[in-house]
């Protein structure tokens, strides 16, 4: 009895890690797809991506994306770039443009995609959004 345990918490193990190291019970790779370059747009949100990198225009609020833009099979993406705050008005000389390291992740199905934008230091999620590809995104900039 304990032989027979022992060898299916190994084998636990084992497909365990196979799902961890991206490889599916089959022993292929999960397929990795690239997101569609171009215009994501949702309410108070749009994306350009091109040339393996991409621009965020928010309501107040802009940043950037690394690529490459990959999602798994489920959909599932996780990608890394900057967030940078706006105010209206005009912008004082010593005042930062860097931005805040963020986390970009979310959910697609090629054609929809949900984003949650997070800033990677603090964990505060700046928010959640949905997009359509080939659509322009409605912002509005303060002013």
Known sequence: MKKHTLK???AGLFLLGLGLAGIGTDGKPRKMQNLASGLWGGQ?????IENGSAT???????????????FDS???FSFTGKHVREHGGPVRSDESQQGQPARYTG???????????????SNEEVGKFELEHGKA???????
């Open 8 to 10: 299916i918490f190994v």
């Open 44 to 48: 108070h949100i749009t994306i350009n």
């Open 56 to 70: 965020v225009d928010y309501d107040c609020a802009r940043g950037t994306i690394s690529g490459p833009f990959k």
């Open 74 to 76: 489920k959909g599932k």
């Open 107 to 121: 959910w697609t199905d090629g054609k929809k995609m949900t984003l949650i934008v997070t800033l990677a230091d």
């Open 137 to 143: 995104g409605r912002v509005f900039k303060c002013k």
